[in-house]
């Protein structure tokens, strides 16, 4: 992760990209490539995402928006100056808290939010 | 990051939650928080936002929303069987091949995809 | 529809917030919209969000993230000198000779889109 | 607008997709879509992005773009059952209750959201 975080800030460099790497810019990057890989997922059964990696066709299209998507998190989190792991680590100590296990068993809720949903 | 990948499918199964934690809903739930992150610099200019981190009030809510993003993104792959660094960096393998340095100098771009734009 | 977008526009003005209204901005506040109405239907089946509206507690909140959108897609369509309406009737026309009915019958396929999947 | 709906809908019933468009489904295509429209305003300074409309090449793709997302956010609304331009005029009536003129006057804030931010 720290190697991919310096080539994509070595890539960013060498094209003299920083002065477009803003995080708002970035933020809206980032959201674009999300968008590009729910377009992928959006007209499939819930099934059928589940086995998209063992489509020929759509499974390297799923990986390499997943690709993208990291990129961009991570160069938006190197712009930032935020450790990714940690700052995931610490989100997820705190949705422990929030979600015990006996509350929260077999009911859908939203990691890090504050609007759980019953299932 | 292999951490914190077995960490979050931990809290997942805990909880009984792999049931919901299709690559579809989970597109779907990485889109939302990406969703919460644009919202803390929808207002902000571009330097602003470049300051974010050092805004007492701004900051924790951004890192706070880095680490959701984080999350889900780690999710979605282990659950689609992808290595979130590999496929970063093959893309960036790929960006670099498109967007060579001398054609790509100071000219904002795209990364990994087809319109890239001049500034 | 030209009522909304006048009251909108008359909201926004009288706090003095055009300054904040750019077509960037309100890009990015449509997208954090459009990802709270993702956030409640992430962990629903496609069957389940089919019946969204007869439950009393989600009902009315997708109903208020629909509103959300609307405002912000109206007033971007306002800051941009974009008829909405045409602008969709454009875009449906184009897709209509893209998909004629007899090539697209019964495979899902996004539209406008160059990348249509096969169900 | 209804003129718009009864045409999204029966391009959707000639092809046969009522199968896909779920609210699920179609709030996916959506935030695709709305992800094409920042990807073409993502490297723009907030400036150059309220002259996007008078570029000869950018113009006409944010217009596309932003039709697009009429298309899904009025079929999505067809589909639950919610009329457009009332759930917008709701939600603008409550946020003119939220942010008074005199304390909102000049400084950001979301419509409809509960963390306005000051600028």
New interface residues.
């Given amino acids: 992760?720290e190697?991919?975080t310096a080539?994509?800030r070595a890539?960013a460099e060498?094209?003299?990209?920083e002065?477009?790497h803003?995080?708002?810019?970035l933020?809206?990057?980032?959201?674009?490539?999300?968008?590009?890989?729910?377009?992928?997922?959006?007209?499939?059964?819930?099934?059928q995402?589940?086995a998209?990696?063992s489509d020929e066709n759509?499974g390297p299209r799923?990986?390499?928006e997943?690709?993208?998507?990291?990129?961009?998190?991570?160069r938006?989190?190197d712009?930032?100056?935020?450790d990714?792991?940690q700052?995931?680590?610490?989100?997820?100590n705190e949705?422990?808290r929030r979600?015990t296990?006996e509350a929260?068993?077999?009911s859908?809720?939203?990691?890090?939010?504050d609007?759980p949903?019953a299932?």
């Fill in positions: 992760m190697d991919l080539q994509v890539f060498e094209r003299n990209w002065q477009f803003t995080p708002k810019n933020s809206m990057a980032l959201a674009g490539e999300v968008g590009e890989l729910l377009a992928e997922l959006q007209w499939l059964t819930p099934e995402s589940a998209v990696m759509l799923v990986r390499a997943i690709g993208d998507v990291t990129i961009y998190l991570v938006l989190a712009v930032l100056g935020i990714l792991v700052a995931g680590m610490d989100k997820l949705a422990a979600y296990v929260s068993h077999s859908a809720a939203k990691i890090g939010s609007n949903q299932s």
